[in-house]
């Protein structure tokens, strides 16, 4: 199996394992950012360039560094290859340029979108961006849209990560949304003003990075910060049947899919477990879903104490060292 370095740390993995890929398996603070690679949808990746690193050798075999920074979802693995992330200055800067692009037209409307607090692009902009704009032009701006009866799409805020296209051919029924013109005045839109209408509709909000498509059922009824989110699961035909339900005392306020350690999911749900099923009794509570601490969601969680107290005293511990480690530098 071919053995990558990233960052200083180094892990074999299969052939054709991606950058992004190895750097998942390693975890922390080296996986670098994703707005449109999913790794459950066939053909994504490529279109959002914030999860460029710098190849300082390409393999054992030709240990020349690769010219330019490269997309690490796109990039396979080849045995011997050094990569760098946070440890490159010119990655950094090149990902900083990346994100003001994807910030152009984004509106400053965090306040009032209801992917706030969830949202992977305020994280981004949050570790990359800047405190102004460069930008001199009128941005774009689009009506709001409903595109079926459960979506609203605000496509001024769209990025165009493709993510909702994905899903839409690859386990919907039949897709009748897609990018419509090119260059600056590209948008997701219906075709003919068609109505998405699928059974499993409702994934195309779960895997959008920012508040481009959102729940109709949901929308400023409240914020993440202020629910609970609780594992739960139902006998359904349709999907697993696996979801988080976020709770505001025995009231359900939204269903979603659950997603993983990268913010990503793996069993989609069908809109009748998303929509119809807002009763408490018709659902087999889990319990508690683990929020990362590093999420506002996080702010007003109610995990075990315990385990909340020891992951403190870890980070604590860990930052000891670093900083003994910068002393004894000295």
């Not at 990569?83 to 200055?89: D, F, G, K, L």
């Not at 079926?148 to 001024?156: Q, R, S, V």
């Not at 899903?167 to 919907?172: G, L, W």
């Not at 025995?250 to 807002?278: L, M």
Request: hydrophobic share 35%.
């Amino acid at each position: 199996m071919p053995k990558v370095t990233i960052d200083g740390h180094s892990i074999e993995v299969p052939e054709g394992t991606t950058i992004l890929q190895a750097a998942r398996m390693i975890g922390g603070e080296i996986v670098p950012p994703a707005m449109c690679y999913y790794s459950s949808l066939k053909g994504s990746g490529g279109y959002c360039r914030t999860c460029i690193v710098r190849v300082a050798q390409g393999s054992a075999k030709d240990p020349r560094p690769m010219p330019k920074p490269v997309a690490s979802c796109r990039t396979p693995v080849m045995d011997g290859m050094v990569v760098e992330n946070i440890t490159s200055p010119e990655v950094l800067e090149a990902r900083k340029g990346v994100v003001e692009f994807l910030l152009i037209n984004h509106p400053l409307d965090c306040p009032v979108c209801d992917q706030a607090g969830e949202c992977d692009l305020q994280n981004l902009s949050f570790a990359h961006g800047t405190e102004k704009t460069r930008y001199e032009f009128p941005r774009r701006t689009f009506e709001k849209k409903d595109i079926g009866n459960y979506i609203k799409l605000h496509m001024t805020r769209c990025i165009l990560c493709y993510r909702c296209v994905k899903v839409a051919d690859q386990i919907t029924d039949e897709r009748v949304h897609g990018v419509m013109n090119r260059g600056d005045v590209a948008e997701i839109s219906t075709y003919i003003e068609k109505a998405v209408e699928n059974d499993f509709s409702g994934n195309m909000i779960d895997v959008c990075p920012v508040g481009a498509l959102t729940d109709r059922t949901y929308r400023f009824k409240s914020r993440v910060w202020f629910l609970n989110p609780m594992d739960a699961h139902r006998d359904c035909k349709k999907c697993s049947g696996k979801a988080v339900l976020w709770m505001h005392g025995e009231e359900i306020y939204r269903v979603t899919a659950r997603k993983d350690q990268n913010a990503e999911v793996k069993e989609f749900i069908c809109n009748e477990c998303r929509y119809d099923k807002k009763d408490v009794k018709q659902w087999v509570v889990e319990g508690p879903r683990h929020i990362d601490r590093t999420s506002v969601i996080s702010a007003n969680h109610y995990e075990d104490l315990n385990s909340l107290k020891h992951a403190i005293g870890e980070q604590q511990k860990k930052l000891q060292e670093k900083i003994t480690q910068k002393t004894s530098g000295i």
